[in-house]
């Protein structure tokens, strides 16, 4: 009873304490000034206190130049992934949102497997699918794709596929389907429809997917290690200086030069395009000027809409879908051997293994917590507008330059600048840092916008009546986009616990879940293909079960 | 020859039947309007002849061409969306421009048809506006104009006017009218606004739960419709209950609820027993205090409405039951509430109907 009454006492303060302007003030404040102080300025002051190192590289052409082409590289794999991602993707999202088949709810999901597959995993079951000879290269004897780009490209436009599909399928269903049916109406067949109607009303859909993709192919590290081989892009090449530094094979100043001179080029290059991306993007006109009836015509109906949805799903199986999943077939293997229970009972190399997995979940637990509190007030001033206009777009922007920054870069910025102001700061804090960092603006981009989704009008009815504005958040807020908040803290947890290149960057003795598979993988850490088999499938497995936390928890989305 | 012609049309949206057998002739060059309540099926119908959707059974023609199977950018049909549907991205020209773009007229074809149209919804100096700077009026003359240039020859019409405010509802559907006249269209036009149909159609089909219940001209609706719900429906009726005690031909005696004892001549309605008399608020006359008429029901005003135009009373019979009266409100003295009068009716202005077997709520109601 006295809990009770001290809830009721302390949710009555609280609802006091909202229609205070100074209360209001300071928790916006704070959001800000949390944002700045630990999120957007610490990577940029890092790579300024190690300025002075870049001369390193300058020094040595051939560095230099070994990181230019690896830089070069990064750049125009993410532009051939997202370009392909946008072209297979699209039709897959169509297909989802317009055919009438039951099946399409089980596609929507499946879509979604490569993007809550940790990338670690992830990359060694394409390694096990096309370079194996277990995999589909023993079809063909020996392996048939060998490590290098081809493999990376595989790669990543296999986990930037659900980006796009996820964006796409929001966006054709969120599409006025009336546009269309004027257009049909006035005498363009559905070909036509679609390219002069459909497709300039959702490029900006279009253009956010494009960056998405390019943006998770510029970022990603751990899966894209592990199937690289000889070849070197930005974040690949960021982890082999990484090792020879610590192999003693380069000094401490032309490590840190290196990385330095990598990381400033990725992130300068990458801001600039997104800034091209964001201007030039909406006034890029698809060419309509002429009509082409035979072949638009053709295009059209049926013969040609199915051989499109057929082509779309036997890309999705064969490049996205089984290679995704072929890590279960090892995983499989090892249950029947001694492997299982040396697993399960923690010897060898599973020791550790148990206590990265423990570490990763409970760091995306806190991290999601942490990105809650810290992006909710920052959503809410986004979201309503609360600084004005252009103050709140420019706040949109900043917030998403954490997205766009690959993320080794983002965690060895971080790294300097904690390991220089605060030497003694414990790792943990700083991998906890680093995937807030990382993690934040996905949060605060889908709360942002189940807010804007809410009517300012239902706050405003709930404030006529008489709520004060925390109840008003609470009681008719909240209930709105509860299913948003949660599937973006579910995308914030998967995140976490899937991201390697910052967690590389950051940590020398811990150790999460994805960096132990890539150990694994590399050899740094010696395993039977069994073992990694397990590793990564237990992951896989632990993955799913979020994906169906997630397929729960948003089933009732369309409620409202 | 633009007829549009329907024939045993049937749509059904899972196990919901949303029209049922539905026949139905639109003459060339005829300004035609499907009325009901919403949800009676009559958007879905306009979507069906558009090819938007497709029948369950039935057939469809356009100008003697059977044309269920083929999509709707086939169909050579104009079709003016209720949300106007105006390409966000495109100008109020390249709007307009679009069909004729689409079906690959040449270029100078197709700005003359753009010219001409838009000078006849005078958007001339509007060219270059985007869909999102224009008003609800402008919008929809765009939405017309962009329906027109397409070169059809059959206008169909979605509730064009429902996103509009009264005033230039009412300017606008006479402009529709015209423009659909002038160029000698076929023009179907869906609404559930019984006036607009009314001040517009050449002939009008009431529509209710999926089904016609009654075409034909304005004229013959009001004068003499066929069921409760048509007279219910189209303009305003008195519904009173009571029974036949003697019938001549067209010459009924009946005696009403309350022992009101009325004759009328009825045309149509061969029936006994059990009836409804539906009577027009402005068809009856009305006294001061207690007069003996022939077709008179005496009784006391309980409300008075001023309405400009007119004047409505509500009248409390004997019986409990109410009437509406509707009188000039200019050509004659006001009653006030309170008032003791007597109201009488024309025994040929009137409309005798079996009494519903379901009730006369569940008969009249939407």
């Known amino acids: 009873m006295i809990g009770r009454g001290f809830r009721r006492s302390f949710l009555n303060a609280l609802k006091e304490l909202s229609s205070k302007r100074a209360v209001k003030y300071t928790v916006y404040a704070s959001a800000v000034v949390v944002f700045f102080v630990l999120i957007l300025l610490p990577p940029i002051f890092g790579i300024v206190i190690k300025w002075g190192e870049i001369q390193q590289v300058f020094d040595q052409p051939q560095l230099m130049g070994r990181a230019l082409t690896a830089i070069g590289n990064s750049f125009v794999i993410a532009l051939a992934v997202s370009a392909l991602d946008l072209v297979a993707g699209i039709p897959m999202a169509w297909l989802i949102t317009r055919s009438k088949s039951r099946w399409m709810g089980v596609l929507d999901t499946l879509a979604d497997i490569p993007f809550v597959v940790p990338t670690a995993a992830l990359g060694y079951s394409l390694l096990l699918f096309w370079n194996s000879s277990e995999g589909v290269s023993s079809l063909f004897g020996g392996s048939l794709v060998s490590t290098g780009w081809l493999l990376i490209l595989l790669l990543h436009f296999v986990f930037s596929f659900p980006v796009v599909v996820r964006v796409m399928v929001g966006a054709l269903l969120d599409y006025k389907m009336e546009y269309e049916r004027a257009s049909r109406t006035l005498g363009a067949v559905p070909f036509v429809a679609f390219r002069t109607v459909t497709s300039p009303i959702l490029k900006p859909s279009f253009i956010a997917a494009f960056i998405l993709a390019f943006a998770r192919s510029l970022s990603e590290t751990g899966a894209t290690f592990i199937v690289a081989g000889a070849f070197e892009n930005g974040p690949v090449f960021i982890q082999n200086l990484k090792n020879s530094f610590s192999a003693g094979l380069v000094s401490q100043a032309t490590y840190e030069g290196a990385t330095v001179f990598a990381s400033v080029i990725l992130i300068v290059v990458s801001c600039a395009m997104f800034g091209v991306i964001r201007v030039l993007g909406p006034r890029m006109k698809l060419p309509f000027k002429g009509i082409w009836p035979n072949i638009e015509r053709r295009l059209s109906y049926a013969k040609a809409a199915n051989s499109r949805n057929t082509l779309t799903l036997v890309v999705f199986v064969i490049i996205v879908l089984v290679p995704s999943l072929f890590v279960a077939l090892p995983a499989l293997q090892a249950v029947f051997t001694r492997t299982l229970p040396d697993a399960l009972s923690g010897s060898g190399i599973w020791g550790s293994y148990w206590q990265s997995i423990l570490l990763s979940y409970a760091l995306g637990a806190i991290v999601t917590i942490l990105g809650f509190i810290t992006g909710l007030p920052m959503a809410i001033l986004i979201a309503r507008k609360k600084l004005g206009a252009s103050k709140s777009a420019f706040l949109d922007i900043l917030v998403n330059i954490p997205l766009i920054v690959p993320s080794i870069a983002l965690g060895v910025s971080l790294s300097f600048f904690w390991k220089q102001s605060f030497p003694f700061m414990p790792e943990m804090l700083l991998l906890i840092f680093a995937h807030l960092s990382i993690t934040y603006p996905y949060f605060v981009k889908s709360m942002s916008a189940a807010f804007e989704r809410i009517s300012i009008d239902m706050e405003e009815a709930a404030r006529t009546l008489g709520a004060k504005p925390f109840s008003v958040f609470s009681s008719i807020v909240l209930p709105l986009s509860k299913y948003s908040i949660l599937s973006g803290a579910i995308m914030v947890f998967t995140r976490s616990v899937s991201e390697t290149g910052a967690t590389i960057a950051v940590v020398t003795s811990l150790r999460t879940a994805p960096v132990v598979i890539v150990e694994w993988v590399k050899g740094t850490v010696p395993a039977n293909s069994l073992e990694i088999g397990l590793g990564a499938g237990i992951l896989v497995m632990l993955s799913f079960l979020i994906l169906f936390l997630l397929r729960l928890v948003t089933r009732g989305k369309g409620k409202y | ?366």
Not at chain 2, 232 to 249: M, P, Q, R, V, W
Not at chain 2, 285 to 303: A, F, I, P, W
Request: charged share 25%; proline share 4%.
């Open chain 2, 1 to 366: 020859m633009p007829e549009v012609g329907v024939v045993n049309l049937t749509k059904k949206f899972g196990n919901i039947t949303a029209l049922e057998n539905i026949n139905l002739q639109i003459h060339d060059k005829e300004y035609f309007s499907l009325l009901g309540p919403s949800g009676c099926g009559k958007t879905t119908l306009l979507r069906l002849i558009a090819g938007l959707i497709e029948p369950t059974s039935g057939e469809i023609y356009i100008a003697n061409k059977r044309v269920d199977k083929i999509p709707p950018e086939d169909r050579e049909i104009g079709f003016v969306f209720q949300t106007f549907a105006l390409f966000p991205h495109m100008t109020v020209w390249d709007n307009v421009l679009y069909g004729p773009k689409v079906k690959n007229f040449n270029l100078r074809e197709a700005k003359t048809i753009g010219d001409e149209v838009l000078e006849m919804v005078k958007l001339h100096e509007r060219l270059d506006a985007f869909p999102g700077e224009l008003s609800g009026g402008m919008m929809q003359r765009t939405a017309v104009a962009r329906a027109l240039a397409a070169g059809a020859k059959t206008l169909l019409l979605d509730e064009p006017l429902g996103q509009l405010d009264a005033k230039v509802r009412n300017e606008i559907r006479y402009e529709i009218r015209k423009m659909a006249k002038d160029l000698g269209l076929t023009a179907i036009h869906v609404t559930h606004d019984q006036s607009e149909a009314m001040s517009i159609s050449d002939r009008i089909a009431v529509m209710k739960k999926g089904k016609i219940v009654q075409v034909g001209t304005p004229k013959e609706l009001y004068m003499n419709p066929n069921s409760l719900f048509v007279a219910h429906f189209i303009g305003e009726s008195n519904f009173l209950e009571g029974s036949i005690t003697n019938a001549e031909g067209e010459d009924l005696e009946m005696e009403l609820r309350g022992g009101y004892k009325v004759h009328t001549i009825c045309k149509h309605t061969s029936t006994s027993g059990r009836i409804i008399l539906a009577i027009r608020p402005e068809a009856f006359t009305m006294d001061q205090g207690l007069v003996q008429k022939d077709n008179s029901l005496s009784g006391r005003v309980e409300k008075v409405t001023f309405e400009g135009t007119f004047m409505r009373y509500i009248i409390r019979l004997k019986s409990q039951d109410c009437v509406v009266v509707i009188r000039p409100s200019m050509a004659e003295a006001w009653t006030d509430v309170g008032s003791e009068v007597t109201v009488s009716f024309a025994p040929e202005k009137t409309h005798v109907f079996p009494y519903p077997q379901a009730g006369l709520m569940k008969e009249i109601s939407v």
